[in-house]
């Protein structure tokens, strides 16, 4: 297989992961603003954590693409 065909199979699979991870999380989080107690600690690191996620498939993205794997 072509390595181009490769990088985009890798880049698609990872970036729909990566999409499906951050919108469960973020239903999540919409669905708890409707509680009464909405605003605190938990949604607050649940994004954060959203956050730092998305952060780190980057870095690892970035770090394979100079893998040269």
Known sequence: ???NY?????VLVVG???MGIGATTLFIVFRRFGEAK???T??????AALI???FLCCLGLLML?????
Do not use: E, N, P
């Open 52 to 54: 730092v996620f998305i």
């Open 6 to 10: 490769r990088a985009l199979i890798l």
């Open 38 to 40: 909405a605003g605190g």
């Open 16 to 18: 729909t992961l990566v």
């Open 65 to 69: 693409s100079y893998s040269g794997a």
């Open 42 to 47: 938990s949604h607050k690191s649940l994004m």
């Open 1 to 3: 297989m072509d390595s």
